[in-house]
């Protein structure tokens, strides 16, 4: 007989399977509806945290405005406490100072009397004084003092005199120095330097010194003169100044002081500026160092010229000079230039002026 086939997913085995399916189903429904259970409890106790911190920051507000309002209130107390202080520390500073001030005009009153009786003292010496003088004599005619080195006596011969009197100073390059080396080499120098020139400085020196002899009630000019001339004191080119005027000779050695000496000399343009015043001068002062080196305008080409060349220059120039006008020479020294101390001489005594060829430590 044959064996019978055996079935492995039969009807029983389907049973079973079904069973369990079953029971997983059921057990992770209970499971289920348990977390449910808890996850609404856990809800619950969160929700009352969150009311209760709600609550917990609406108390820290109504703290927090508390604390503001009594915060302003401190700051604006703070403020006026502290101008207190400073208002306190301000008036003991200025009782400070009217105690000083107070000592102060005490002692300059003390100084004020004894003053007082300095100046009395003085009165009563230059009343003796006077009691023996029969004659009080003629008061000073100077405007402004010169002292030179050693308070010297100036026995030059030259005559600072006349009622027009014209300065004419000499402002090229050649007045730095004795030497064409040493001129040479500060033309290329700073501006500053060229003016702390010595040669320079005896120059100014010299026209401080002319300034001081001029007569009060008498009118003067200066001019500054290289390749061109204008006058020392701005504005009044063609015009005469007040030798009694303080301010103007002053404001001529001020100009004077901050003048660069550069380029070449022209005295034919000297010399015609002095024949444009009018009236004429009757006394003119030269302060220079050699003759010109060109005539009224430069030269087409720029070359080197010779003595015999400068001569001629000067003799052009003369041309150009008021006729009967005394010309003071006063000739700085100058190497290279052998012929200039024979033409200014001669020009001096053609015109009854004074030369003058001063020492290196004049004035």
Known sequence: ?????????????????????????????????????????????????????????????????????????????????????????????????????????????????????????????????????????????????????????????????????????????????????????????????????????????????LTSQLPAKAKFQAYAFNTQAKSLVAGSDGKWLDAGDAQALSGVLRELRRTVPQDGTSLENAFKAALALSPRPDNIILVTDGLPTQGDSPPAVRKTIDGEGRLKLFEKAIDKLPAGVPVNVILLPMEGDPLAPGAFWTLARRTNGAFLSPARDWP
């Open 1 to 209: 007989m044959a064996r019978r086939k055996t079935e492995i997913f039969s009807l029983s085995f389907l049973d079973v399977i079904a069973c369990g399916f079953g029971a997983i189903v059921l057990f992770y429904t209970i499971l289920s509806a348990q977390a449910g259970v808890q996850r609404e409890k856990r809800n619950d106790d969160l929700q009352a945290e969150v009311d209760r911190l709600e609550e917990e920051v609406l108390d820290g507000y109504k703290n927090l405005v508390v604390l503001r309002n009594a915060l302003e209130s401190t700051d604006e107390a703070v403020p006026a406490e502290g101008l207190s202080d400073r208002i306190i520390e301000e008036t003991e500073r200025l009782k400070q100072q009217l105690a000083e001030a107070e000592k102060d005009t005490l002692s300059k009153r003390e100084t004020i009397e004894r003053l007082k009786q300095d100046l009395r003292s003085l009165e009563e010496g230059n009343r003796r004084l006077s009691a023996g003088t029969p004659d009080p004599g003629k008061p000073g005619t100077r405007i402004k003092g010169f002292v030179g080195s050693g308070d010297r006596q100036y026995l030059t011969g030259l005559k600072v005199g006349g009622e027009r009197i014209l300065i004419l100073v000499d402002v090229s390059a050649s007045m730095m120095d004795d030497s064409v080396v040493n001129v040479i080499r500060l033309r290329n120098m700073p501006e500053s330097r060229r003016m702390a020139a010595a040669k320079w400085r005896r120059t100014v020196a010299s026209v401080d010194w």
